[in-house]
């Protein structure tokens, strides 16, 4: 270990070795290494130290261009470790410099979501909504057909930095609770569909976890009746805390709704949130089927004191995901 670090200090010293793609991808795995054992101000030079790197290349772009298993692992990483994004996107036709859009992001949607309308402000919410509408055009077209899962993860990068860079410099009282809960819903969703790739994300995940509940929780002070959005947005609580502290909260949440619907079956309940954003995948279906069945479970479980049965969150979440 110690020898590679010396070497990779002197290909750093070297500029047209430190720009090569291992030289890169070394810096980005001793940041993962160092974040791993604890080192958080080691790996966050690291981080800074790849970023000046990157810059050296041309930007992400550029280095995407010419290396993009590189500069994926670059931008995904760099995310999780430091807890926020480290490069701008690209605008939605490719324009500009930082990390692209997926072809199928380009293309102008024809579809919007109309059971959403009644609960926002378009105009507040026009970036949230923008991914949304879009996400949504590009999973209906991925339902149709195949969808790799390197065009999964292109996705789910370009919209999660999207999300993230677009809430910089607004306060608290501009942001709509309805509109936010959308936001770490959809990052969320992503990082469940997607899975852990190149390191693990729970950190990143839990935060937006909280980020979602404490929405939820400023939404609710509104009154409203229960729709398919608060499935959506209950259910995907609830995968995400998975064997956290912050399920039992998510649970009850689902009891409520479940209750206030008179949901009949667990299928009604999956259609439910199909409806307002999904993409086919088969292990996040099991995943949130699982869920939809304790949507139901806890409502009878709340309402027959007598019964028994008892439902331990999935045991099966950490090796699908």
């Known amino acids: 270990m110690a020898d590679s670090v010396t070497l990779l200090r002197r290909k750093i010293a070297d500029t047209s070795l430190a720009v090569q793609d291992g030289t890169m991808n070394s810096v980005i795995t001793l940041a993962t290494i160092e974040f791993g054992k604890g080192n958080h101000e080691i790996s966050q030079m690291h981080i800074e130290g790849v970023k000046r790197l990157v810059t050296l290349r041309g930007g992400i772009s550029s280095v995407r261009q010419t290396s993009p298993l590189t500069a994926r692992m670059i931008s995904w990483v760099s995310m999780l470790i430091m807890g926020h994004p480290q490069f701008r996107t690209q605008d939605d036709f490719g324009i500009g410099d930082g990390i692209p859009p997926i072809p199928e992001w380009q293309i102008e949607p024809t579809f919007i979501h109309s059971d959403l309308d009644e609960n926002l402000d378009m105009e507040e919410s026009n970036e949230v909504m923008n991914v949304f509408v879009r996400l949504r055009n590009v999973f209906q077209k991925a339902n149709r057909g195949p969808f790799p899962n390197t065009q999964l993860h292109d996705l789910t990068c370009f919209v999660v930095h999207r999300l993230l860079l677009s809430t910089a410099g607004a306060s608290i009282s501009e942001l709509s609770p309805t509109v936010e809960c959308i936001r770490y819903a959809i990052i969320l969703y992503l990082f469940i569909v997607q899975g852990p790739i190149y390191y693990p994300h729970e950190v990143m995940l839990n935060a937006m976890v909280a980020k979602l509940k404490e929405n939820i929780e400023q939404r609710n002070h509104k009154t409203h009746e229960p729709a398919s959005l608060d499935f959506w947005l209950i259910a995907i609580g609830m995968v995400a805390s998975t064997g956290t502290?912050?399920?039992?909260?998510?649970?009850?949440?689902?009891?409520?709704?479940?209750?206030?619907?008179?949901?009949?079956?667990?299928?009604?309940?999956?259609?439910?949130?199909?409806?307002?954003?999904?993409?086919?995948?088969?292990?996040?279906?099991?995943?949130?089927?699982?869920?939809?069945?304790?949507?139901?479970?806890?409502?009878?479980?709340?309402?027959?004191?007598?019964?028994?049965?008892?439902?331990?969150?999935?045991?099966?979440?950490?090796?699908?995901?």
């Not at 949440?253 to 079956?265: F, N, R, V």
């Not at 995948?281 to 806890?298: A, D, G, M």
């Open 245 to 321: 502290s912050q399920y039992e909260w998510f649970s009850k949440k689902a009891t409520t709704i479940a209750g206030s619907l008179h949901m009949e079956s667990a299928q009604e309940v999956l259609d439910r949130i199909k409806g307002v954003l999904w993409l086919d995948k088969p292990q996040s279906e099991y995943i949130f089927s699982v869920q939809c069945e304790r949507f139901l479970t806890s409502q009878l479980r709340s309402n027959s004191p007598d019964l028994q049965t008892t439902v331990q969150p999935s045991s099966i979440m950490t090796e699908i995901l």
